[in-house]
């Protein structure tokens, strides 16, 4: 028997987690995944994974904490398996949207500013977040993929590199390719807004 | 690299802007760029607006899920009672 000072300063309730966890992970999963089926599959691999580990929760962090520390690792699983090289989009860097941005001597063909006054003060907009959002949705899988384990959850390149299976400079193709993609298709429907 | 520091275009400033969001650029690109951004505003908004998008994107991610309603999503029902009964069947 543990004695007294040793206890968990939490414990599980698995018998609540789906109720009490399931929207947040949920959430957190639709967020990086932007596809609802694969969210629903990380989190029941989160919860079952978790059942199968409880021995191993200190009790330190809170049970929510514990629950989402496994479901970030689920999530990078998740975007390994739809990366691997036999699904067909392996290797692939996507589209290349160079030429159409840049003229043959190298100068930008259009302003690549998509934002005027403060950029800063575009984070207020609902506009903003409407161009990115649906700007992010017509990346190829592997340019979004690696763009969202990049900027959304911090990875380091070394780490994107192994579970995409990619070398860094094809890693730092890929993000540039999703950025500049991002400017040209943000600039232009900020532009239909007429918010430019 | 023969590349002299004011050969550098756009095309390749933008390049090792994106580049050097993931690592350090060597001293000799990174004056390159440096002093290419001091004279070109359009790359300039570009490398300023990159750091906006990576903060944003941090800050608030679940603004970026699918659609609209992405951060007030709910796990449909249908999920939620198969991943129960997987959690039940895990129990015994």
Same mark, same amino acid.
């Given at each position: 028997?543990?004695? /007294?000072?040793?206890?968990?300063?939490?414990?599980?309730?698995? $018998?609540?987690?789906?109720?009490? /966890?399931?929207?947040?992970?949920?959430?957190?999963?639709?967020?990086?995944?932007?596809?609802? @089926? $694969?969210? &629903?599959?990380?989190?029941? =691999?989160?919860?079952? $994974?978790?059942?199968?580990?409880?021995?191993?929760?200190?009790?330190?962090?809170? &049970?929510?904490?514990?629950?989402?520390? #496994?479901?970030?690792?689920?999530?990078?699983?998740?975007?390994?398996?739809?990366?691997?090289?036999?699904?067909?989009?392996?290797?692939?860097?996507?589209?290349?949207?160079? @030429?159409?941005?840049?003229?043959?001597?190298?100068?930008?063909?259009?302003?690549?500013?998509?934002?005027?006054?403060?950029? =800063?003060?575009?984070?207020?907009?609902? @506009?903003?977040?409407?161009?990115?959002?649906?700007?992010?949705?017509?990346?190829?899988?592997?340019?979004?993929?690696?763009?969202?384990?990049? =900027?959304?959850?911090?990875?380091?390149?070394?780490?994107?590199?192994?579970?995409?299976? #990619?070398?860094?400079?094809?890693?730092?193709?890929?993000? /540039?390719?999703?950025?500049?993609?991002?400017? $040209?298709?943000?600039?232009? /429907?900020? @532009?239909?807004?007429?918010?430019? | +690299?023969?590349?002299?520091?004011?050969?550098?275009?756009?095309?390749?400033?933008?390049?090792?802007?994106?580049?050097? +969001?993931?690592?350090?650029?060597?001293?000799?690109?990174?004056?390159?760029?440096?002093?290419?951004? +001091?004279?070109?505003? +359009?790359?300039?908004?570009?490398?300023?607006?990159? %750091?906006?998008? %990576?903060?944003?994107?941090?800050?608030?991610?679940?603004?970026?899920?699918?659609?609209?309603?992405?951060?007030?999503? %709910?796990?449909?029902?249908?999920? %939620?009672?198969?991943?129960?009964?997987?959690?039940?069947?895990?129990?015994?």
């Amino acid at each position: 028997m543990p004695d /007294h000072t040793s206890q968990p300063e939490s414990t599980l309730n698995p $018998a609540d987690w789906v109720d009490r /966890h399931g929207d947040t992970l949920y959430r957190f999963a639709l967020a990086r995944l932007r596809d609802a @089926e $694969a969210a &629903e599959e990380v989190v029941q =691999e989160t919860f079952v $994974a978790a059942l199968g580990a409880r021995d191993q929760y200190s009790g330190k962090g809170s &049970e929510g904490a514990w629950l989402l520390g #496994i479901c970030k690792r689920k999530v990078v699983d998740l975007v390994r398996r739809r990366n691997r090289p036999d699904t067909g989009t392996g290797g692939d860097l996507g589209p290349d949207p160079s @030429e159409a941005m840049f003229d043959a001597k190298g100068n930008w063909r259009l302003d690549p500013r998509i934002l005027k006054g403060r950029p =800063e003060d575009a984070l207020e907009r609902k @506009e903003f977040w409407q161009a990115f959002r649906g700007c992010l949705g017509r990346l190829s899988q592997r340019q979004a993929d690696a763009f969202t384990l990049r =900027e959304l959850e911090d990875l380091k390149s070394d780490e994107i590199c192994k579970e995409l299976g #990619i070398s860094a400079s094809n890693l730092w193709v890929l993000l /540039h390719r999703a950025r500049l993609r991002l400017t $040209a298709c943000m600039k232009s /429907h900020l @532009e239909k807004w007429g918010l430019l | +690299m023969g590349i002299a520091l004011t050969m550098l275009r756009c095309r390749e400033v933008s390049k090792l802007v994106s580049e050097s +969001m993931e690592r350090d650029l060597p001293l000799r690109q990174r004056l390159a760029v440096r002093l290419h951004l +001091m004279m070109c505003r +359009m790359c300039a908004g570009f490398a300023r607006q990159l %750091r906006l998008l %990576r903060r944003a994107a941090r800050e608030n991610p679940e603004r970026l899920g699918p659609d609209e309603g992405a951060p007030d999503a %709910r796990l449909p029902d249908a999920a %939620r009672e198969r991943i129960k009964a997987a959690l039940h069947n895990g129990h015994e």
